[in-house]
Every structure is written in structure tokens, then in C-alpha cells.
């Protein structure tokens, strides 16, 4: 499946801009995800005129959202709040990033219930940049009033 043939991330996942930063689903199937993003000017996480490699948790987390949310649609359903309920073996591999650097974000599911384990691992240009282990918990569907930007 072409990233065109998916829905708008927004569509996925709870967050909206400013907090949105996952940019489009790139690949999916019964496992797995992956999305692409850019690191912009406008982003809540720049220091400096910099990314603090942290950031990229927000990233991975949005990425199984997205994927959380390809699932609900597939269902008849809206997409859910998420909550990371544990994060193991974070390891960054870079310090900072720039504006306009183009990231690979990858979430695999190692299981699910009622508590999710997904491994997820973030690129630029081929190189890693940061991977873990997230456990998260779905809450509520999102419900949006009409005209709600939130």
C-alpha cells in the first residue's frame, strides 16, 4: 500500500497541530507501522533552534497511535487516547537535531490486550537516532464536537 492510499495521520491519532508531529503512515500491515515525519520551525519541542534527541519518545509514541487508530478504523471506530504506561531500553544515538531533518519512525507490536508492547525505533537518512520499548494503554475514544481543534 502506497503512504497515499492511507488516511490523513490527523484522522489517526488524538493530537493536532502545533502537537501533531508524525507527517504521514508510509507503510502498514497486522504488525507493524511506519510513518515519516520532518522536523519543522514550528515545532513545540525546538530548543534553540534545535531538537533535543528526547523528543523523539513523542515521535514513536504517535507513530503507535497512528497505528492504534489504523486498527480502530479498520473496526468502525475512532481512534483512542493513548498513555505510555512504561518505557524501557531508550537509547538516543544522537544529541540534537535540525530543522528539516526527515525522520523513519517504526513501531512493532510485540503484543496486545489491554496493555500494548510495541519496539520502535526512529531514523534520519539511514542512520539511528533512538529506539525502545513502549507500553501503552488505550483509554476513551476521541470524541470531536464539530468545529473542535482538539
Known amino acids: 500500500m502506497t503512504a497515499a492510499a492511507f488516511p490523513p495521520v490527523a484522522e489517526l491519532v488524538p493530537q493536532r497541530p502545533p502537537m501533531l508531529l508524525v507527517d ?15 522536523v519543522r520551525a514550528d515545532n513545540l519541542f525546538l530548543a534553540g533552534g534545535r531538537l533535543h534527541a528526547s523528543a523523539l519518545l513523542e515521535y514513536m509514541a504517535q507513530t503507535i497511535a497512528a497505528f492504534a487508530g489504523l486498527r480502530a478504523r479498520e ?9 505510555i504506561a512504561a518505557c524501557r531500553g531508550l537509547e538516543l544515538h544522537a544529541e540534537h537535531l535540525a530543522v528539516g531533518d526527515p525522520l523513519q519512525i517504526v513501531a512493532t507490536r510485540v503484543f496486545a490486550g489491554a496493555m500494548a508492547e510495541y519496539r520502535a525505533a526512529v ?10 520499548v513502549l507500553s501503552v494503554v488505550s483509554t476513551a475514544p476521541v470524541t470531536r464536537s464539530a468545529g473542535s481543534s482538539a
Open 24 to 38: 504521514e503512515v508510509v507503510a502498514a500491515d497486522d504488525d507493524g507501522i511506519t510513518c515519516a515525519a520532518v
Open 123 to 132: 531514523t534520519c537518512r539511514g542512520q539511528p537516532l533512538a529506539e525502545a
Open 75 to 83: 473496526g468502525g471506530q475512532p481512534p483512542a487516547l493513548g498513555l
